[in-house]
């Protein structure tokens, strides 16, 4: 069982970018997924939620910013980070979420991708 | 919102027990995780629904809940349990929240 992430780099605010996270082992479409971020030497920070019907949620500090998605088809989920600000800077990570209500956690995590907001 | 306090550092010697506290309002009636995550690496899961380790997890490792605090317990502590631990909980309002952190230094 993998996640594997691509995207993420410099980006100047104001700006979008769209984090990809591909899943191996297990299937996107019948798994609650999720998004968490840390700030550089901060803690985490959970920003947004995918259940397995196609519900989403995110934290207030990004929503309506942030848009979380799924192609079943590629096995992948997606985030896209649309008016980018500083604050946003941050490793991101995908993970796994075995229930969506914190029972069992996040047991599957993808190896992290940088995202820098700066002009 | 709701908000998880951990203390920033905890220092324990080689085979001591470490004890890692995290506090919240009525956070005795939530389940709590614990994430373990290295330097340069991804959080890994340690514990769940409070008490719970997932297979692979040492018996080392161990939680509870009661109250307004939940604690990971590091029983017999190894060198490579020198990490930053974060407790999570999920909110009805906020969906999930983390912890502040909780640096762990083996001496």
């Known amino acids: 069982v993998q996640l594997v992430q691509t995207g993420g780099g410099l980006i100047p605010p104001g700006g979008s970018l769209r984090l990809s996270c591909a899943a191996s082992?297990?299937?996107?479409?019948?798994?609650?997924m999720t998004w968490v971020r840390q700030p550089p030497g901060k803690g985490l920070e959970w920003v947004s939620i995918?259940?397995?019907?196609?519900?989403?949620y995110y934290a207030d500090s990004v929503k309506g910013r942030f848009t979380f998605s799924r192609d079943i088809s590629k096995n992948t989920v997606y985030l896209q980070l649309n008016s980018l600000r500083a604050e946003d800077t941050a490793v991101y990570y995908c993970a796994r979420d075995l229930d969506g209500g914190g029972y069992y956690g996040m047991d599957v995590w993808g190896q992290g991708t940088t995202v820098t907001v700066s002009s | 919102s709701y908000a998880l306090t951990q203390p920033p550092s905890v220092s324990v010697s080689p085979g001591q027990t470490a004890y890692i506290t995290c506090s919240g309002e009525?956070?005795?009636?939530?389940?709590v995780c614990w994430y373990q995550q290295k330097p340069g690496q991804s959080p890994v899961l340690v514990i769940y629904q409070d008490a719970k380790r997932p297979s692979g997890i040492p018996e080392r490792f161990s939680g509870s809940n009661s109250g307004n605090t939940a604690t990971l317990t590091i029983s017999g502590t190894q060198a490579m349990d020198e990490a930053d631990y974060y407790c999570?909980?999920?909110?009805?309002?906020?969906?999930?929240?983390f912890g502040t952190g909780t640096k762990v230094t083996v001496l």
């Open positions: 009525n956070l005795g009636r939530k389940y």
């Open positions: 082992g297990l299937t996107v479409g019948s798994n609650y």
């Open positions: 995918l259940y397995g019907g196609g519900r989403t």
């Open positions: 999570q909980a999920w909110d009805t309002s906020a969906h999930y929240v």
